[in-house]
């Protein structure tokens, strides 16, 4: 299983069955419908799942159930017109959990993500980018290259986050505002699934005296640990790490702290 973000007013609905042939031979009423995104299928079957995907186009104003199953079943297949507008009319981010399987179409296999439940990602009006902005302002002596973007957290809700990301080859720092907190996350590439974090994450609450000389500080002190970890060979470094952190596709990074009797090739003053 994994999970998608997803642009509603970015989805197509390619087809839509109300009515769809049962095991039986006989028609149900379990929809089935098909939509694509950025190059994506995704195939939705019940009605369970079809009600999680309206229930995410508007959270704040849920459709009412009645109604529209009345309406669903009763137009048919013309619904798929509908559900096109509802998705072209809504501002939601969705979470699309989902799990990748083949069709046969002819002679050609390919990809459809068939869809298990989707939830809004709820983004907290409260939390800004004034902070991240004034962190790119003090930080613009850093020859690095970097992207103001949104990553997803999950606590309680699912909400998307403000993050400035600094990235240069392999090497990657992430500063995320929670709205209460400033984080501070750096990673080095290996390579596959593989990364290596040499510090721990370095949060720092708000308002706090001279918040921003302490970030400058902490993300300093990253890019120097990331620039001495890139003057070791990759292939070397994997070696060194122990075969059950190796390929974590749940992104829980390696802390070389953790694991430095096994790094038998990091001098004592990177670590």
Same mark, same amino acid.
């Given at each position: 299983?994994?999970?998608?973000?997803?642009?509603?007013?970015?989805?197509?609905?390619?087809?839509?069955?109300?009515?769809?042939?049962?095991?039986?031979?006989?028609?149900?009423?379990?929809?089935?419908?098909?939509?694509?995104?950025?190059?994506?299928?995704?195939?939705?079957?019940?009605?369970?799942?079809?009600?999680?995907?309206?229930?995410?186009?508007?959270?704040?104003?849920?459709?009412?159930?009645?109604?529209?199953?009345?309406?669903?079943?009763?137009?048919?297949?013309?619904?798929?017109?509908?559900?096109?507008?509802?998705?072209?009319?809504?501002?939601?981010?969705?979470?699309?959990?989902?799990?990748?399987?083949?069709?046969?179409?002819?002679?050609? @296999? #390919?990809?459809?993500?068939?869809? $298990?439940?989707?939830?809004? %990602?709820?983004?907290?009006?409260? +939390?800004? =980018?004034?902070?991240?902005?004034?962190?790119?302002?003090?930080?613009?002596?850093?020859?690095?290259?970097?992207?103001?973007?949104?990553?997803?957290?999950?606590?309680?809700?699912?909400?998307?986050?403000?993050?400035?990301?600094?990235?240069?080859?392999?090497?990657?720092?992430?500063?995320?505002?929670?709205?209460?907190?400033?984080?501070?996350?750096?990673?080095?590439?290996?390579?596959?699934?593989?990364?290596?974090?040499?510090?721990?994450?370095?949060?720092?609450?708000?308002?706090?005296?001279? @918040? #921003?000389?302490?970030?400058?500080? $902490?993300?300093?002190?990253? %890019?120097?640990?990331?620039?001495? +970890?890139? =003057?070791?060979?990759?292939?070397?470094?994997?070696?060194?790490?122990?075969?059950?952190?190796?390929?974590?596709?749940?992104?829980?990074?390696?802390?070389?702290?953790?694991?430095?009797?096994?790094?038998?090739?990091?001098?004592?003053?990177?670590?």
């Amino acid at each position: 299983m994994e999970t998608i973000a997803v642009n509603a007013i970015d989805v197509k609905v390619i087809d839509f069955l109300a009515w769809p042939m049962g095991d039986k031979g006989k028609r149900v009423a379990q929809p089935q419908i098909v939509l694509s995104n950025r190059g994506n299928i995704y195939e939705i079957n019940g009605r369970k799942v079809m009600w999680a995907l309206l229930d995410a186009l508007f959270p704040q104003k849920p459709l009412s159930r009645q109604n529209f199953n009345d309406y669903i079943f009763y137009s048919g297949s013309y619904f798929g017109t509908e559900l096109q507008t509802l998705c072209e009319t809504s501002n939601s981010l969705l979470n699309v959990y989902c799990k990748k399987e083949q069709r046969l179409v002819g002679d050609s @296999l #390919f990809d459809v993500y068939v869809v $298990a439940n989707v939830m809004p %990602i709820f983004t907290p009006t409260d +939390i800004g =980018g004034e902070n991240l902005s004034h962190i790119r302002s003090i930080l613009c002596d850093v020859e690095w290259d970097f992207k103001e973007e949104h990553i997803s957290y999950k606590d309680g809700v699912t909400k998307l986050l403000p993050c400035v990301t600094f990235h240069k080859d392999d090497m990657q720092i992430k500063v995320i505002d929670d709205g209460k907190q400033l984080h501070i996350a750096c990673r080095y590439h290996l390579g596959y699934e593989d990364y290596i974090r040499p510090k721990r994450i370095q949060s720092f609450k708000y308002p706090q005296k001279n @918040l #921003f000389t302490k970030v400058r500080h $902490a993300v300093l002190s990253c %890019i120097k640990k990331l620039e001495r +970890i890139s =003057g070791f060979d990759s292939k070397v470094l994997r070696k060194a790490l122990p075969d059950d952190t190796k390929g974590d596709t749940n992104d829980k990074w390696i802390d070389l702290q953790e694991y430095r009797k096994y790094c038998l090739l990091m001098s004592r003053d990177l670590l």
